[in-house]
Structure formats: structure tokens, C-alpha cells
């Protein structure tokens, strides 16, 4: 009975489902034998509600053809279509990506120039569709130090989006995890003055609504690809009981296939919670 998060709001097998009529329902008929086989493994009731993904390799892909580091970044967004199409078809309840930490401003200017012109693309390219799909875009991180054009393009998506019932799709954008934990002390402290509740009564449960994930379940699965093994200040109090898998594959390489597999050696693991 471990490994079990609530996935009361994942669509699950309906009572009498068998896997197979589970993944026609979600994805029609199977493409080819091999498709069916790493789709027919997967359990439904197993599926992890809340996924989170370090998106990593993309300058090494590109450095291993002799390509500028923002193309792996471009051929990095076409992964992540991949991934976040496949998201949705497996009725993940929530995506996290981690596209751009605050201390990526560090970086050669041309390659922030280049994320942020990516970025922008990517909310004029992808949003209808997104949005068609009834995918609900939040941003977690420092939206007010983004450059005004990205600003505004982040802001409409959320907007557009916010009442959409689909896959909830978290862009961690100018996010650091410690800034996060210490803007939500803070405001936590704030409303504790303003509502009159001595501190040492406040609970986990008032700190989680400051965080920028606040109403989403913590995060099941985290996977970082490329090959480091780090947490890269990316939702540290989110990802406590997380289980953590480390793909060699560069992130522009990555896809539905390997996502199945991680999926699928996620549901393998002996999730205890701390217990026995
Ligand atoms: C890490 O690879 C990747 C990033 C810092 C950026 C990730 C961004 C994208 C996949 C595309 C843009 C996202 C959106 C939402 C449009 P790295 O450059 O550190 O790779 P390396 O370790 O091989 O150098």
C-alpha cells in the first residue's frame, strides 16, 4: 500500500478498467507494438500526481555538434512539448519545469538574450494550443525582475489560462528555492501580525500558502536529466518526500518514450513517508 499518493483528481482506471482500455480512452488506438508495451506497463493508479523536471544538458547537446549553446535550448523547448503533450495524456495533475533560476542570469549575455527570446516564442507559438488543451500556466519565481516584453507574455498566459481545468503547468522562471522559502516566512510572519496569531501557532499548512506553489500537492517524481545528481535550489521544500530519478539522456534528446520509463521506474519505488 505504498507509493500511493492521492490521486483522487488523476483520471484513473474506471472501476473495471483494464490498463489496455485505460490507455485507448487516453490515447486511441496504439501507435505500434513497442509503444503498447511501455504504455501497457504503466499503472494508472500509480501515477504520480505531481512531476517535476530539471531540464538539463542542453549547452552539452549543443557543444557535441558544434552548435551554439541556444540551439540546444531551441531543440530543449521541442522536448518539452514532447513532455508536457505527454503530461496531459497520462492526465499528470501538475508539471514543473525548471526553465530559468536566478542565478542563470550569471551566464554569457547572449545566451540569456537568447532564453529569454525562447521564451518569448514559446508563450507566442504555444499558447493557443495550450490553452485549447485546457492547460492552466502558473509561473513560480520573481515575475517583476523578468524584462517587461517576457513580463507581460507571462502574465497574459497566466491570465488566459487561470480558469482552466487541465494539466497544471508550473514554469519555474527567475526562481531560486531559498528566495522562495524566504519570501513565504516573511509574508507568513506578516498576516501573523496583521491577524493578531502569535507565530508559534502558525502550521506547515500557513507557511504552503505563500510558497508559489501554494494549492498544488508536493511533488512525487523529479527528474533531472543529463546526468548530475543535484538539487540546484529547485523547490527544496516541495520535492521533502520526493522520489528522485537521474537520466543520463540531455535534455533536447529526452521524450515520451524515456518520460514512460522514469514514470514507470517511479512506480517501482517503495514510497514510505517516513514510515515502515
Ligand atoms: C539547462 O541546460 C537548461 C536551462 C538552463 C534552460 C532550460 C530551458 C529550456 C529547455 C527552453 C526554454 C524554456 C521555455 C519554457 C521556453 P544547460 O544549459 O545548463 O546544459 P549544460 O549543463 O549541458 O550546459
Known sequence: MNNQPDNSKTPLAQEGENRQAWYRRLFGAPKNNEETSSIQELDPNLMPRHVAIIMDGNGRWAKRRNLPRS??????TEALRAIIKESDALGIEALTIYAFSTENWLRPKEEVGALMGLLLQYFASEIDELHRKRVCIRILGDVEGLPEAQRRAVLNAM????ANDGLKLNIALNYGGRAEI????KAMAERAKKEGIALENMTEA?????LYTAGLPDVDL??????EMRLSNFLPWQTS???????DTLWPDYDEKEFRADILRYMKRDRRFGKV
Do not use: C, Q, V
Not at 71 to 76: F, L, N
Not at 222 to 227: A, K, Q
Open 182 to 185: 524566504l519570501r513565504a516566512a
Open 206 to 210: 500557513d507557511f504552503e500558502r505563500e
Open 71 to 76: 540551439a540546444g535550448h531551441k531543440a530543449g
Open 241 to 247: 518526500y520526493a522520489e528522485m530519478i537521474f537520466n
Open 159 to 162: 491570465e488566459r489560462t487561470r
Open 222 to 227: 523529479l527528474i533531472r536529466t543529463s546526468g
